[in-house]
């Protein structure tokens, strides 16, 4: 049997490093795109993801892990706070 090996920088590997993130409105994120978001006490999260689209995942709870490559967070729109970038 065969098993193919993932190249090492694919959304199946665990983040390699991570950064806090203060929420603009007119900033990107320092290290450009992460790979996932960790929110320390849970609120709302407004984001960008690819092409610049804003999303908000209301209600998240404290300590969760938001799987999504976003490339800015939001000050208006975003309540949450302690959120880390995960790259």
Request: glycine share 10%; proline share 5%.
């Amino acid at each position: 049997m065969t098993f193919l090996k993932a190249p090492r920088d694919t959304d199946l590997h665990s983040a390699v490093g991570a950064a806090p993130v203060t929420p603009s409105n007119d900033d990107d994120l320092t290290n450009g795109e992460c790979r996932a978001l960790y929110v320390g006490t849970g609120g709302a999260v407004s984001l960008d993801v690819g092409n610049s689209t804003a999303v908000i995942f209301a209600g998240v709870a404290s300590g969760t892990v938001l799987p999504v490559r976003a490339k800015r967070v939001r000050s208006t729109g975003t309540d949450a706070s302690d959120i880390v970038a995960l790259y």
